[in-house]
């Protein structure tokens, strides 16, 4: 059983940068793929990034790929989105996932979710 919390929304302006991040119980953390994803009053749960367990493969969404960095410390059983040059429409309610030992865009890989921290871009 892997529990996620969020943290590091809230509301910036257009161009401004926050930082979430999502802390993880348990003592195998690293063998986790962690995900990103993110839902908007609606519309579906989306896909936002992606980093693997151990080797820190990433992917990304296209249209933040070159705004956000996925990170990830297992030492500390954590997991970053740094979000920069910030846009309206990333404005969302942001969730961390986990799974063991695979990854992929699909919200129905994903075992475990956090409850979510809202991210609100003013323009």
């Known amino acids: 059983q892997v529990q996620l919390v969020e943290s590091g929304g809230g509301l910036v302006q257009a161009g401004g940068s926050l930082r979430l991040s999502c802390a993880a119980s348990?003592?195998?953390?690293?063998?986790?793929?962690m995900a990103w994803f993110r839902q908007a009053p609606g519309k579906e749960r989306e896909f936002v990034a992606a980093?693997?367990?151990?080797?820190?493969?990433?992917d990304y969404k296209d249209s933040v790929k070159d705004r956000f960095i996925i990170s990830r410390d297992n030492a500390k059983n954590t997991v970053y989105l740094q979000m920069n040059s910030l846009k309206p429409e990333d404005t969302a309610v942001y969730y961390c996932?986990?799974?063991?030992?695979?990854?992929?865009?699909?919200?129905?890989?994903?075992?475990?979710w956090g409850q979510g921290t809202q991210v609100t871009v003013s323009s």
């Open positions: 980093i693997t367990g151990s080797t820190y493969t990433t």
């Open positions: 348990g003592r195998t953390f690293s063998r986790y793929a």
């Open positions: 996932a986990a799974a063991d030992r695979r990854w992929s865009r699909s919200v129905n890989t994903y075992d475990y």
